[in-house]
């Protein structure tokens, strides 16, 4: 069902940097860039940037987000335990007229 | 402080339907749309439809047209999602979430709605 492409997993070391990418097309991420959310366990989603690449202020500067072309991408820097979570891209598709989501990728801090 | 408190857990049996609801507080209910994000167990998010609160006007998935309907309440900052038809992959948590800054900005905390006969 999902319409965008995550990695399903990534590990990286405490205090390391994370990119996670999300792939999509002309029509989605190429149109209008990617939303990033971060989830906990047993949690709602949680905003970490806009599709202009913006972050909400409660959100801490180690998330930044960009695109290139059809590919979004979520940098998470100085790993820390708590950004352990699964992440989602999402983008409008012009085409479908719908949101589409990623598959999510799901982080683990080692 | 914002915030969008949905209705509780429902258990229903196949072809009912299911009302969730979710409360807006703390912001203008109808400056924001509200979208409706469904999760099945263990896996990603699935964008259903979303309502401009302000006029009513809604828009949904291909895949919920026909059953699913979206509608919103000004004056109790209520917006609903009833779903009908239920079959058992409907089991899913269902999120409400507030478009705003060109983000989902803001999530209820979700309603767990399970189909069992």
């Known amino acids: 069902q999902a319409g965008l492409t995550q990695p399903p997993s990534v590990s990286k070391g405490l205090r390391q940097t994370a990119t996670l990418t999300c792939i999509g097309n002309s029509n989605n991420v190429g149109y209008q860039g990617a939303t990033w959310l971060q989830q906990h366990q047993g949690h709602p989603p949680k905003a970490l940037s806009s599709r202009g690449n913006n972050r909400p202020s409660e959100i801490s500067e180690r998330f930044s987000a960009s695109r290139s072309g059809n590919t979004a991408s979520l940098t998470i820097t100085g790993l820390q335990p708590e950004d352990e979570a699964d992440y989602y891209c999402?983008?409008?598709?012009?085409?479908?007229?719908?949101?589409?989501f990623g598959g999510g990728t799901k982080l683990t801090v080692l | 402080q914002v915030h969008l408190v949905q209705s509780g857990a429902e258990v229903n049996k196949p072809g009912a339907s299911v009302k969730v609801s979710c409360k807006a507080s703390?912001?203008?209910?109808?400056?924001?749309?509200l979208h409706w994000v469904r999760q099945a167990p263990g896996q990603s998010l699935e964008w259903m439809g979303c309502?401009?609160?302000?006029?009513?006007?809604?828009i949904s998935s291909q895949k919920f047209r026909g059953r699913v309907t979206l509608s919103s309440d000004t004056s109790a900052t209520t917006a609903s999602m009833e779903l009908s038809g239920l079959i058992s992959e409907d089991t899913a948590v269902y999120y409400c979430a507030r478009e705003a800054a060109d983000c989902f900005d803001l999530w209820g905390q979700g309603t767990i709605v399970t189909v069992s006969s």
């Open positions: 703390g912001y203008t209910f109808t400056n924001h749309l």
């Open positions: 309502i401009n609160v302000g006029d009513g006007s809604s």
């Open positions: 999402s983008a409008w598709d012009n085409s479908l007229g719908a949101w589409v």
